[in-house]
C-alpha cells in the first residue's frame, strides 16, 4: 500500500483550467473505479468533490470533474477561482476494505 | 444530521498507547455497508488511511501500522474506538474519523469528518 503519486503543487491564473494527476498501481487505481479527491483548506477538514472517478456529491461546483486512464486518474478545475486554492488529496480503494491516500498537490490562484 | 467528533489526549508520551474515540451521530454502524475509518495527517503533510470497521464488526488496517492499531465499535454508544501502541513523535498527527462506505455498498467514500484530534507525542 504505497501512497499514490501526485505532483507537489500546481498554479493557474484565474479563470483558467488545471489539472491535477494521480498515478497508482494495477492494485488500486487501474482495477477499481472507486478513486475519490478532497479539497482542504489550511486549518479546515477534508472536503469531498468527487467520487467513484467522475461523480460529484450534491453541492460541488461543476468546474470539478474528474477522470481515469490505465493506473492514472485526474482531478479538472476549469474556471478557476482564488476560493479553489487548497491542498487536494486523490484517494483509492486497494480492495479488502482498504484505502490509499496521494501525497496531496497544493493548487496556488496567481 | 451526520455528525463526528474525535476525543483523546492531546499529549502522550513515547512508548505509550494512544486511546482515541470518535463520537457519531446520524447514521448507524447496524445499517448494512456502513464503515468508519481512522484517517492521520502529520502537520503540513499528507493524509494517511489507518483503519474500518465496517457494519459487520470486519476490521481492516493499513500495512505499514497494522502491527499497531486496534478499532473496535460500540454501536450502542454510536462510537468507534481506535488504539495505537508504542507511539513515537512521528506519530504527532491530527487524526480523524470519518463515514465511508463499504466496496460495492453505493455509499460515498469519506463523506463526512469529525473536526480531527491533535495528538503530540512528546516527554
Known amino acids: 500500500q504505497s501512497a499514490l503519486t501526485q505532483p507537489a503543487s500546481v498554479s493557474g491564473s484565474p479563470g483558467q483550467s488545471i489539472t491535477i494527476s494521480c498515478t497508482g498501481t494495477s492494485s488500486d487505481v487501474g482495477i477499481y473505479n472507486l478513486v475519490s479527491w478532497y479539497q482542504q483548506h489550511p486549518g479546515k477538514v477534508p472536503r469531498l468533490m468527487i467520487y467513484e472517478v467522475i461523480k460529484r456529491p450534491s453541492g460541488v461546483s461543476n468546474r470539478f470533474s474528474g477522470s481515469k486512464s490505465g493506473n492514472t486518474a485526474s482531478l479538472t478545475i476549469s474556471g478557476l477561482q482564488a476560493e479553489d486554492e487548497a491542498d487536494y488529496y486523490c484517494c483509492s480503494y486497494a480492495g479488502i476494505s482498504t484505502w490509499v491516500f496521494g501525497g496531496g498537490t497544493k493548487l496556488t490562484v496567481l | 444530521q451526520v455528525t463526528l467528533r474525535e476525543s483523546g489526549p492531546a499529549l502522550v508520551k513515547p512508548t505509550e498507547t494512544l486511546t482515541l474515540t470518535c463520537t457519531f451521530s446520524?447514521?448507524?454502524?447496524?445499517?448494512?455497508?456502513?464503515?468508519v475509518s481512522w484517517i492521520r495527517q502529520p502537520p503540513g503533510k499528507a493524509l494517511e488511511w489507518l483503519a474500518l470497521i465496517d457494519w459487520d464488526d470486519d476490521k481492516y488496517y493499513g500495512a505499514s501500522l497494522k502491527t499497531r492499531l486496534t478499532i473496535s465499535k460500540d454501536t450502542s454508544k454510536n462510537q468507534v474506538v481506535l488504539t495505537m501502541t508504542n507511539m513515537d513523535p512521528v506519530d504527532t498527527a491530527t487524526y480523524y474519523c470519518a463515514r465511508t462506505g463499504a466496496y460495492g455498498s453505493g455509499e460515498l467514500p469519506f463523506d463526512y469528518w469529525g473536526q480531527g484530534a491533535l495528538v503530540t507525542v512528546s516527554s
Open positions: 446520524g447514521f448507524s454502524l447496524t445499517t448494512s455497508g456502513m464503515c
